[in-house]
Nanobody, 121 residues
Protein backbone atom coordinates (compact mmCIF):
# COMPACT_ATOMS: atom_id res chain seq x y z
CA UNK A 1 0.00 0.00 0.00
CA UNK A 2 1.28 3.43 -0.94
CA UNK A 3 1.36 6.18 1.68
CA UNK A 4 1.62 9.79 0.56
CA UNK A 5 3.01 12.76 2.49
CA UNK A 6 2.83 16.30 1.16
CA UNK A 7 5.12 19.11 2.21
CA UNK A 8 6.27 22.51 1.04
CA UNK A 9 3.21 24.61 1.64
CA UNK A 10 3.37 28.03 3.21
CA UNK A 11 2.62 31.71 2.92
CA UNK A 12 3.80 33.60 -0.14
CA UNK A 13 3.04 36.93 -1.76
CA UNK A 14 1.28 37.31 -5.08
CA UNK A 15 3.68 36.52 -7.88
CA UNK A 16 5.81 34.32 -5.67
CA UNK A 17 6.67 30.65 -5.95
CA UNK A 18 6.39 27.50 -3.90
CA UNK A 19 7.42 23.93 -4.56
CA UNK A 20 5.26 21.19 -3.12
CA UNK A 21 6.49 17.67 -2.61
CA UNK A 22 4.55 14.43 -2.50
CA UNK A 23 6.70 11.67 -1.06
CA UNK A 24 5.48 8.13 -1.46
CA UNK A 25 6.40 5.19 0.71
CA UNK A 26 5.37 1.58 0.82
CA UNK A 27 6.17 0.71 -2.77
CA UNK A 28 7.44 2.21 -5.99
CA UNK A 29 5.08 4.44 -7.91
CA UNK A 30 5.58 2.50 -11.11
CA UNK A 31 2.13 1.82 -12.50
CA UNK A 32 0.60 4.78 -10.73
CA UNK A 33 -0.59 8.22 -11.69
CA UNK A 34 -0.14 10.97 -9.14
CA UNK A 35 -2.61 13.78 -9.08
CA UNK A 36 -2.64 17.10 -7.28
CA UNK A 37 -5.89 18.57 -6.10
CA UNK A 38 -6.78 21.62 -4.05
CA UNK A 39 -9.64 22.76 -1.90
CA UNK A 40 -10.27 26.32 -0.88
CA UNK A 41 -12.53 27.22 2.04
CA UNK A 42 -16.17 26.88 1.09
CA UNK A 43 -15.35 25.43 -2.30
CA UNK A 44 -15.31 21.97 -3.78
CA UNK A 45 -12.08 20.13 -4.30
CA UNK A 46 -10.68 20.73 -7.77
CA UNK A 47 -8.17 18.98 -9.96
CA UNK A 48 -4.86 20.77 -10.47
CA UNK A 49 -2.50 18.47 -12.36
CA UNK A 50 -1.41 14.88 -12.79
CA UNK A 51 1.66 12.94 -13.84
CA UNK A 52 2.00 9.38 -15.00
CA UNK A 53 4.92 7.96 -13.08
CA UNK A 54 6.03 5.45 -15.70
CA UNK A 55 5.82 7.71 -18.75
CA UNK A 56 6.28 11.10 -17.15
CA UNK A 57 3.37 12.50 -19.13
CA UNK A 58 1.59 15.41 -17.49
CA UNK A 59 -1.74 17.17 -17.68
CA UNK A 60 -2.76 20.48 -16.13
CA UNK A 61 -5.96 22.27 -15.36
CA UNK A 62 -6.42 25.39 -17.45
CA UNK A 63 -6.27 27.54 -14.32
CA UNK A 64 -2.64 26.56 -13.63
CA UNK A 65 -1.31 25.78 -17.10
CA UNK A 66 1.86 27.72 -17.80
CA UNK A 67 2.38 28.53 -14.12
CA UNK A 68 2.62 25.11 -12.44
CA UNK A 69 4.99 22.34 -13.43
CA UNK A 70 5.09 18.71 -12.35
CA UNK A 71 8.23 16.65 -12.07
CA UNK A 72 9.31 13.43 -10.43
CA UNK A 73 12.40 12.01 -8.79
CA UNK A 74 12.41 8.26 -9.25
CA UNK A 75 15.23 7.76 -6.77
CA UNK A 76 13.27 9.53 -4.05
CA UNK A 77 9.85 8.21 -5.11
CA UNK A 78 8.66 11.80 -4.96
CA UNK A 79 6.55 14.04 -7.15
CA UNK A 80 7.03 17.79 -7.15
CA UNK A 81 4.63 20.58 -8.03
CA UNK A 82 6.49 23.78 -8.84
CA UNK A 83 4.08 26.69 -8.53
CA UNK A 84 5.10 30.03 -10.02
CA UNK A 85 3.31 33.34 -10.49
CA UNK A 86 1.02 32.49 -7.62
CA UNK A 87 -2.25 34.33 -7.26
CA UNK A 88 -4.55 34.80 -4.26
CA UNK A 89 -7.03 32.45 -5.91
CA UNK A 90 -4.44 29.69 -5.64
CA UNK A 91 -4.90 29.75 -1.88
CA UNK A 92 -6.10 26.32 -0.78
CA UNK A 93 -5.14 23.08 0.89
CA UNK A 94 -3.24 21.05 -1.68
CA UNK A 95 -3.49 17.29 -1.71
CA UNK A 96 -1.63 14.69 -3.67
CA UNK A 97 -3.37 11.48 -4.55
CA UNK A 98 -2.46 8.24 -6.28
CA UNK A 99 -4.30 5.82 -8.47
CA UNK A 100 -3.23 2.70 -10.26
CA UNK A 101 -3.15 3.27 -14.00
CA UNK A 102 -5.87 0.70 -14.62
CA UNK A 103 -8.40 2.78 -12.66
CA UNK A 104 -10.64 5.39 -14.28
CA UNK A 105 -9.02 8.79 -14.33
CA UNK A 106 -11.45 10.17 -11.78
CA UNK A 107 -10.82 7.52 -9.13
CA UNK A 108 -7.96 8.20 -6.72
CA UNK A 109 -8.10 5.79 -3.77
CA UNK A 110 -4.99 7.03 -1.97
CA UNK A 111 -4.61 10.51 -0.51
CA UNK A 112 -2.13 12.48 1.50
CA UNK A 113 -3.01 14.70 4.42
CA UNK A 114 -2.70 17.97 2.54
CA UNK A 115 -0.53 21.05 2.82
CA UNK A 116 -1.76 24.64 3.12
CA UNK A 117 -0.82 27.20 0.50
CA UNK A 118 -1.71 30.80 1.20
CA UNK A 119 -1.06 33.56 -1.30
CA UNK A 120 -1.36 37.07 0.06
CA UNK A 121 -2.40 39.99 -2.10
Amino acid sequence: QVQLVESGGGLVQTGGSLKLSCAASGRTLSGYTIGWFRQAPGKEREFVARINWSHGSTYYADSVKGRFTLSRDTAKNTVYLQMNSLKPEDTAVYFCAAREDFRPSSIYPLWGQGTQVTVSS
